[in-house]
């Protein structure tokens, strides 16, 4: 065969590959729902690998190679967001939810005349993706909303996380919010194998979504079976692609991303108002954590327009935040768990009590000098909170 010819014939078996790998990453990672054998998705990863290192020129940004391989790093890099990462306002009840919106109305009447949209809070690590041309360049914690953590690699090995948005319509440069989580499912095995390894478990399913967000080497991300739910575009530089936030989430599902399902868009608060309470009783039901409700106005051409509070919370969204279900019971003892590294980990042994539809029996003491403050002693009652994992937080 000549030249050219082996040459088209490679291009054509490296892209072949690709695509084959990205459908048994999708059944594997996203369905869970395996389409191969372990062995014959080595195989054909290392074809690929094997083609992508002798011609690199058919290594593409998107190759499913691109997800893997960067060196442990020695420690995280900063990475100045080039929009600050707002957080929320909370609103504990409707009449809060009301002021809320009285009080942008005052602002600026023409609120009047946008919709609503609510979205699920998703109760797991922020995250910070941008993509210049339509590819990621870099991925970031929050940190505190100013700067946060380069975090590029790990962000990589997340299957949801696109590395480049196929549409040619994508502003030339965007930041892309969304959160990081865990499943239930994949959050209660990841515990169950620290525990085997004498790791402390994780507190709860953020904490160890922002933990394994956070390693050094991503091969160890890369095995935590993170997800991705994106809920905003920030546009830098181009053309706002949409004028509403619903479009907007249409748009990001569009390009590729995960968007969580249960949104909606309301025509007015007395129509928010009266949906929150199916949302809220969805919550418990959930394969992941969310611990509210967000609301936020429609119409995009408001948000500059409203600004946000201390340049931390926008006016234009707000969460509705429901209590956290608690139960109290008998401390019956404290016990203290060593983990591999050495840390000391105290944990309350309860009178077994009914917590959020479980019998919870144990939970995190957090640390000693928590246990001091609160002034927790064996005998007392104690309030029991259910955040992932029961936490025992106060003496009644
Ligand atoms: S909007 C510029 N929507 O909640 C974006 N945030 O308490 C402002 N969060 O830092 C936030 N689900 O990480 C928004 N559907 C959602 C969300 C959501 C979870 C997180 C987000 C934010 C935190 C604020």
Redesign the pocket.
Known sequence: MSPSGSRATATRRAAELRDQIQRANRAYYLEDNPSISDAEYDRLFRELQQLERDQPQLRTADSPTQRVGAAPASALTKHRHLQP????ANAFDTDELRAWHERNLRLIPEAAASAFVT????DGA?VNLTYSNGRLTTGAT?GNGIIGEDVTPNLRTIHDVPLVLPADDVPALMEI?G?VYFPLTTFARVNRLREAQGDPPFANPRNSAAGSLRQLDSAVTGKRRLRLFA??IEVLEGQRPVSSQWDALELLSAWGFQV?GHRERLATLDDVIEHIPTLEALLPTLPFQADGV?V?LDRLDLWPELGAIGGRE?RW?V?RKFAPEVAVTRLRNIKINVGRTGALNPYAELEPVELGGVTISNATLHNEQLIAEKDIRIGDWVEVVQNGRASCRERV
């Not at 979205?119 to 998703?122: G, P, S, W």
Request: net charge positive; aromatic share 4%; charged share 35%.
């Open positions: 990462m707002l957080s929320l979205e699920l809070k998703i922020a929050r919010r959160e809920f905003h969580e967000v936020k926008p969204a969460a």
